[in-house]
């Protein structure tokens, strides 16, 4: 008779440990702090940089600089300098670096 009232017991008492478990461990899961999902750097450089930066960037590569392709060298050389002094060490803090390659003869950044 003890035998049958443990397997009893057993058989009642797996599902509800297990229904237990499970409605435990999912208040455990959607009670924990968020965490952010953008790495902090990103947070960080969004919260510095404003429109107002972006808008001269786009507006020193576009309009100062102008048009950049093969035919215009100094273009992308002015380009290439533009770029490696926003993002340096000195600034916002990347290492740069290049990869230079050849298009139609000419070096090109």
Known sequence: ????????????????????????????????PKKPSTPQIFSVLAEEIKAEDLMGFVKNLSEIIGPRHISEPAALARTS?????????????????????????????
Do not use: C
Not at 11 to 23: K, R, V
């Open 1 to 32: 008779m003890k035998q049958a009232t443990a397997v009893r017991i057993f058989l009642l008492g797996l599902p509800l440990g297990l229904i237990a478990t499970s409605a435990a461990s999912l208040l455990w899961h959607f009670n924990q």
């Open 81 to 109: 300098n533009y770029i490696e002094s926003t993002l340096n060490e000195r600034n916002i803090g990347y290492h740069v670096a290049f990869q230079d390659y050849e298009v139609e003869g000419q070096a090109a950044r």
